[in-house]
């Protein structure tokens, strides 16, 4: 069974950074994503990454302030991290990483990955 956890979150006033960090292990699997959600809000896809990590995804409200990147050198453990930069407050959300075993596509559809981590809060304040 594909275990997934996170760390890296916190506090931090608008502008400033963060960085999470994301292990998958316990199976082989193959795209990782980043996605947060926001009290009373959805889920929302914040970034993703194949897994050759030939191949990164965002949508516009972070694109060119979030960076996703992949570590492969350990196959039992496939790591990835989400650097955040100039975080605005609306960024403030629970942080999820996911990944999926099904395939080697990167959807932004929270319903293809069947892996998730617990989450890790991100608060940014202004």
């Known amino acids: 069974q594909v275990q997934v956890v996170e760390s890296g979150g916190g506090s931090v006033q608008a502008g400033g950074s963060l960085r999470l960090s994301c292990a998958a292990s316990g199976g082989t699997v193959y795209a990782m994503a980043w996605f947060r959600q926001a009290p009373g809000k959805e889920r929302e896809f914040v970034s993703g990454i194949t897994k050759r990590a030939t191949n990164t995804y965002y949508p516009d409200s972070v694109k060119g302030r979030f960076t996703i990147s992949r570590d492969n050198r350990d196959n039992a453990k496939n790591t990835v991290y989400l650097q955040m930069s100039n975080l605005k407050p609306e960024d403030t959300a629970t942080y999820y990483c996911?990944?999926?075993?099904?395939?080697?596509?990167?959807?932004?559809?929270?319903?293809?990955?069947?892996?998730w981590g617990p989450g890790t809060q991100v608060t940014v304040s202004s």
């Open positions: 996911a990944t999926t075993d099904r395939g080697w596509a990167v959807p932004q559809d929270k319903e293809y990955y069947n892996y």
